[in-house]
């Protein structure tokens, strides 16, 4: 069964430092999401992504943080200079259609 | 911003026993999604409740949608340890770009 693919499971950063998070999206999918869950908190949508351009974004989505889909087949979110609070699990989703999305196994970010 | 009230927030129950857990909105919602997510993975999609008074019936879980479609349940039946896990409600944004707005989820336990 076709599945969303995350790397790294786990990156530990240092404050300030630029971090990029790798998400392979199932192949036929078009609509691509992040979202984070802080430790204890809910899951909290950060941005989504169809046809090349970001369609959506939160408050939480400012200017340290970009998405790019570089190749057609990655899909990555970057974190210019990381804040201690940026500390969460990110997962990535995807989806064939609007109302259906697969999330990836996340990756917990831990910034120091 | 709608939001979504889920309760309770813990529950830890024995192995065959039945439990109900709750997920409300102050305002109606045209469809809401019931996920489940174990500890390292992501959210894993349960079912999707459309129409008001709706049931549906996974296994051993029923979910049923509200009359007046502000309210859902999910209610297990002789639950199991396998059953253990974060249970999320969530209803997709109004912008149409296939958001995700989660409640805070119910963290369930079986014990054996």
């Known amino acids: 069964e076709p599945e969303v693919t995350q790397t790294p499971s786990h990156q530990v950063t240092q404050m300030g430092q630029e971090v990029i998070l790798r998400c392979v999206p199932i192949?036929?999918?078009?609509?691509f999401y992040w979202y984070r869950q802080i430790l204890g908190q809910k899951v909290e949508f950060l941005v989504s992504?169809?046809?090349?351009?970001?369609?959506?974004k939160s408050e939480i989505f400012d200017d340290q943080f970009s998405v790019e889909r570089p190749d057609g087949s990655n899909f990555t979110l970057k974190i210019r200079s990381t804040k201690l609070e940026d500390s969460a699990m990110y997962f990535c989703?995807?989806?064939?259609?609007?109302?259906?999305?697969?999330f990836g196994p996340g990756t917990r970010l831990t910034v120091l | 911003t709608q939001l979504l009230e889920q309760s309770p927030q813990f529950l830890s129950i024995q192995e065959g026993e039945n439990l109900t857990v709750y997920c409300n909105s102050s305002?109606?919602?045209?469809?809401l999604q019931w996920y489940r997510q174990e500890p390292g993975e992501g959210p894993v999609l349960l079912v999707t409740?459309?129409?008001?008074?709706e049931v549906k019936k996974l296994k051993r879980l029923t979910f049923q949608f509200g009359d007046a479609r502000k309210d859902s349940s999910l209610h297990i039946t002789a639950a199991q340890p396998g059953d253990t896990g974060l249970y999320l409600c969530?209803?997709?944004?109004?912008?149409?770009?296939?958001?995700?707005?989660f409640g805070q989820g119910t963290t369930l336990q079986v014990k054996p």
């Open positions: 989703a995807s989806g064939p259609l609007i109302r259906f999305s697969v």
């Open positions: 192949s036929n999918h078009l609509y």
């Open positions: 992504f169809y046809n090349n351009e970001i369609s959506e």
């Open positions: 305002s109606v919602f045209s469809s």
């Open positions: 409740v459309v129409t008001g008074g």
């Open positions: 969530a209803l997709r944004g109004s912008s149409n770009t296939g958001k995700l707005i």
